[in-house]
């Protein structure tokens, strides 16, 4: 009996101190897939399931192998493109084109073909897919305009559902019970859409910050992470009830928020990735984690918990933003250890 309590005391001795010893979670820069080719980029869509990525590079987008970095095919026919959607129990794909007088290109997820393009207005930007309405929604900034509409749409005849919101959207995110809700960059605010009704029901201020653009959904406590600029800061608000929750100040140029497990992340055009997490109930910011400067969007790997910067070698700057040097464009992949 008491070389038994002597073993248990060393044992559980041992889980402590090997609990305490443990270290903490850490997120570095793993490889860098050189992707070339000629464009900018925007947002960047991680399809998880079929490992690929999907990046808009202005006049084309194109769909990248995550574990190798190889382009599987590049989708041309675009003015100004910035985000996609995909919905894989359809096979189709969606890309804002906003140069022009604007349009979503409607593609085949398998042979990337164009199905199709979606009249809509200029500047259609930010764009994702809501599964559990099974709708597709898209933001126009110069025409102040959420666009809604079912993934099987006619590109030629079907009806796309427009929402005034009062100002100049960026990005948005869903709670996937019938509410979007959209960053107002220049207002300030949060508009807050009821899709049964098809009207904004609330505005909130993200005050401390300014600016909002980055927008992520974190379901499982019901926040909004917010990537502001003006200050430049990270923002976590309530889902619920529009209260800001925590703020942290940030690089400047965030442009994207992300959120895996019990993590949020910001990236910033300056070359850092905020990572924050919960602890004891409130967000903190635990690390940041240096990158290529204007490695400004991200995706998220939910299944391999890889995150995916678009970036590129930069011209020295004159006047407005950089422009990238031709053929530098890459993909850095950040993972935890």
Not at 12 to 18: F, H, M, R
Not at 64 to 78: H, K, N, T
Not at 261 to 269: E, H, I, T, V
């Amino acid at each position: 009996m008491r070389i038994t309590h002597l073993i248990g005391l060393s044992l559980g001795l041992a889980l402590t101190l090997g609990v305490a010893a443990a270290p903490a979670q850490t997120w570095s820069v793993t490889k860098t897939f050189p992707i070339g080719g000629e464009g900018a980029w925007d947002y960047l869509t991680v399809d998880a399931p079929s490992h690929r990525l999907y990046v808009p590079r202005t006049t084309h987008t194109q769909v990248i192998d995550e574990d190798s970095g190889s382009v599987l095919g590049d989708i041309p026919g675009q003015k100004g493109a910035h985000g996609v959607a995909v919905v894989p129990k359809l096979n189709r794909g969606f890309i804002t084109d906003g140069g022009g007088t604007g349009a979503i290109l409607v593609f085949d997820l398998k042979t990337y073909a164009t199905l199709g393009r979606i009249a809509t207005v200029p500047d259609t930007d930010g764009i994702i897919y809501d599964a559990k309405q099974n709708l597709v929604l898209a933001v126009s900034g110069d025409g102040g305009t959420l666009m809604v509409f079912p993934p099987d749409i006619d590109p030629a005849a079907g009806k796309v559902t427009s929402i005034d919101l009062g100002g100049k959207p960026e990005f948005l995110a869903a709670d996937g019970a019938g509410k979007v809700f959209i960053a107002l960059q220049d207002k300030d605010l949060v508009a807050v859409v009821d899709l049964k009704t098809s009207k904004v029901i609330a505005r909130w201020p993200v005050a401390p910050g300014g600016s909002p653009v980055g927008m992520a959904p974190d379901p499982a406590t019901h926040s909004l992470v917010i990537g502001c600029r003006k200050p430049q800061m990270m923002v976590f608000m309530s889902a619920e009830t529009g209260k800001v929750t925590a703020s942290f100040p940030i690089g400047p140029g965030v442009d994207a928020t992300k959120v895996d497990g019990a993590q949020a992340f910001a990236s910033s055009a300056d070359g850092t990735l905020a990572v924050a997490a919960q602890k004891a109930g409130t967000w903190e910011i635990v690390q940041t984690v240096k990158t290529p400067p204007a490695a400004r969007t991200m995706g998220v790997d939910a299944q391999t918990h890889r995150i995916f910067l678009p970036t590129a070698e930069l011209e020295p700057a004159t006047t407005g933003r950089p422009r990238p040097k031709p053929g530098t464009f890459m993909i850095v992949v950040v993972e935890s250890k």
